[in-house]
């Protein structure tokens, strides 16, 4: 499954039925998991662990070193989960050891054509990043989260769950869950209604999440006093708590 032009590390672990495309390199302290495609012409440098069914297209950079100045060659590393689908020339890097050392990818997301993970970013699963959208360090990723094509995402901003970050959106502060961010800078435009309806929110679910928004963004009220009647419902809502939460742990502030 290893074509004759690919350079394979003998320090590199892959399953047995991993293919490797020609002129590609894995270097060593690279494993890949059960039938994992890699394409031609793709670079894959270690400690990096990818999962299993994973696709990887021509062009590809996976683990390389971080691009930051104050890396100076420390052991990091990169882990990759599963059904994970990284297009053309998409690049994502490995930790430093200002932040946990580590760059970590969940399940089945699709990275499109020129889109870049940088060190110490958390990506949860099912995510869609569009094409050359681009992640700063630090940045932490929630499940379902869709980045429209060449958004920007700020270093150490979280985007929570459900969010939905418009094409060129550039993104300075945290996006709580659910919201519909637009702009540069990104500001709230709406609640991801159709995305909850496609992942099986029911309709008085979305209804909850749309009078949390509207009481966080529409009500004029303070922050500190949005947040107070979002945890009171929250106690019975829990999709409303999960945003009330996310509000509460924010380090960067909200986008306004």
């Not at 709230?188 to 949390?212: C, K, M, T, Y």
Request: aromatic share 6%; glycine share 10%; hydrophobic share 40%.
């Amino acid at each position: 499954m290893i074509d004759p032009h690919a350079i394979v590390s003998p320090r590199a672990e892959l399953a047995a039925d991993v293919a490797v495309g020609p002129f590609s390199v894995i270097g060593p302290d690279v494993r890949i998991g059960a039938r994992t495609v890699i394409g031609p012409h793709v670079v894959i440098n270690g400690p990096t662990t990818i999962g299993a069914d994973n696709r990887v297209f021509q062009f590809a950079s996976l683990g390389d070193a971080p691009q930051d100045k104050k890396y100076h060659g420390e052991p990091t590393r990169l882990e990759i989960g599963d059904r994970n689908v990284f297009r053309e020339n998409v690049t994502v890097n490995r930790g430093t050891t200002h932040d946990r050392g580590v760059t970590r990818i969940g399940d089945d997301n699709l990275f499109m054509a020129y889109s870049h993970v940088a060190h110490d970013c958390s990506v949860g699963s099912n995510a869609v990043f569009a094409n050359c959208a681009a992640l700063g360090g630090h940045v932490e990723i929630g499940d379902w989260v869709i980045l429209g094509g060449l958004t920007a995402v700020h270093q150490f901003t979280k985007v929570g769950p459900h969010a939905f970050l418009a094409g060129g959106a550039i993104v300075t502060r945290d996006v709580p869950p659910y919201v519909m961010v637009a702009g540069n800078p990104a500001v709230p435009h709406a609640v991801n209604s159709e995305g909850l309806r496609r992942r099986g929110f029911s309709a008085a679910q979305i209804r909850n999440v749309r009078d949390a928004y509207r009481i966080l963004y529409r009500s004029e009220l303070r922050l500190i006093e949005a947040l107070e009647r979002l945890e009171a419902r929250g106690a019975q809502q829990p999709e409303v708590q999960a945003f009330a939460t996310f509000i509460r742990n924010s380090g960067r502030s909200i986008v306004r």
